[in-house]
């Protein structure tokens, strides 16, 4: 190393990124009197066991109402990932700033926030205020909750992709919709249907809390087990059923998401091999 070389000072070496985690690791280090806990003198270790004893064996009784609260679950968050697709894939366009003007994207960007903001329990007691207690506000919850995460996944999905061939049909002649159709769409596709098979995932879970309010699935089982003093066998067993499911919904979207992967590293290959 050159001994005339300028010295960098050490500030200068902090970037967004590296700011971002100092700051992230102050605020955890600030976070450790929230381990202090309630203050009292408990047996943890008894009272978990004491309480894991009662959870077994699961009571497979209850194994047919168990399905068919499950099934419910799955409907629930297969229209709701449907429905929040369509709806995200639209407000998308309006928040993605290579593709909107700017007004468009700080109204479209300010409505998904207000979205995001509220969770998805508060959403469902709104949808069983609004249509009752069933599986209807539930549908409804989650199609408003996910509308909100898919369209921020698929906006930034848009402003990340080349527009280069969307640019080149424009060029062409074509209009903005078939430039957007053929330039953009074919190679933003796997990406986005990658989104949504995450967003079921996500949602089959989330249909399993909130029936807890009334909107439908196999949270009003666990509910009604959890508040009986006597059915904590009945509880392990709703649970052993939704960690099955999550399971084989995890495993399935794995596999999903690697040949989805695959194929775009294929394409990425063969247009190095044509350049």
């Known amino acids: 190393m050159n001994s005339k070389s300028k010295i960098i000072p050490w500030h200068s070496r902090f970037d967004l990124q590296g700011i971002t985690f100092l700051f992230f690791l102050l605020l955890c280090l600030g976070s450790f009197p929230a381990l202090e806990g309630s203050g009292r003198d408990l047996d943890y270790?008894?009272?978990?066991?004491?309480?894991?004893?009662?959870?077994?064996?699961?009571?497979?009784?209850?194994?047919?109402?168990?399905?068919?609260?499950?099934?419910?679950?799955?409907?629930?968050?297969?229209?709701?990932?449907?429905?929040?697709?369509?709806?995200?894939?639209?407000?998308?366009?309006?928040?993605?700033?290579?593709?909107?003007?700017?007004?468009?994207?700080?109204?479209?960007?300010?409505?998904?926030?207000?979205?995001?903001t509220i969770p998805s329990l508060l959403w469902a007691i709104l949808a069983v205020v609004l249509v009752g207690s069933n599986p209807l506000a539930?549908?409804?919850?989650?199609?408003?909750?996910?509308?909100?995460?898919?369209?921020?996944?698929?906006?930034?999905?848009?402003?990340?992709?080349?527009?280069?061939?969307?640019?080149?049909?424009?060029?062409?002649?074509?209009?903005?919709?078939?430039?957007?159709?053929?330039?953009?769409?074919?190679?933003?596709?796997?990406?986005?249907?990658?989104?949504?098979?995450?967003m079921f995932e996500y949602n089959v879970r989330s249909a399993s809390i909130i029936g807890y309010v009334g909107a439908g699935g196999i949270g009003l089982h666990l509910k009604l087990y959890a508040e009986s003093a006597d059915s904590w066998n009945k509880f392990s067993l709703v649970l052993l059923c939704?960690?099955?499911?999550?399971?084989?919904?995890?495993?399935?979207?794995?596999?999903?998401?690697?040949?989805?992967?695959?194929?775009?590293?294929g394409k990425s290959s063969l247009i190095k091999k044509g350049d």
């Open 45 to 116: 270790w008894n009272n978990l066991k004491g309480f894991a004893l009662k959870l077994f064996p699961p009571d497979f009784s209850i194994l047919r109402s168990t399905l068919q609260g499950i099934w419910e679950t799955i409907q629930i968050a297969s229209l709701s990932t449907l429905l929040a697709s369509v709806f995200s894939l639209f407000l998308s366009l309006g928040a993605a700033r290579t593709i909107s003007p700017l007004w468009v994207v700080s109204i479209t960007r300010m409505l998904l926030n207000i979205i995001r």
């Open 138 to 198: 539930g549908i409804i919850a989650l199609t408003f909750y996910s509308t909100g995460y898919l369209a921020k996944f698929f906006s930034e999905a848009f402003e990340s992709a080349d527009l280069k061939a969307q640019h080149a049909l424009r060029g062409l002649g074509a209009d903005q919709f078939q430039a957007f159709q053929y330039g953009l769409w074919p190679n933003l596709r796997p990406i986005i249907w990658s989104h949504c098979l995450w």
């Open 242 to 265: 939704m960690l099955i499911i999550v399971t084989v919904l995890d495993l399935t979207g794995e596999r999903v998401r690697k040949s989805i992967r695959d194929r775009l590293e």
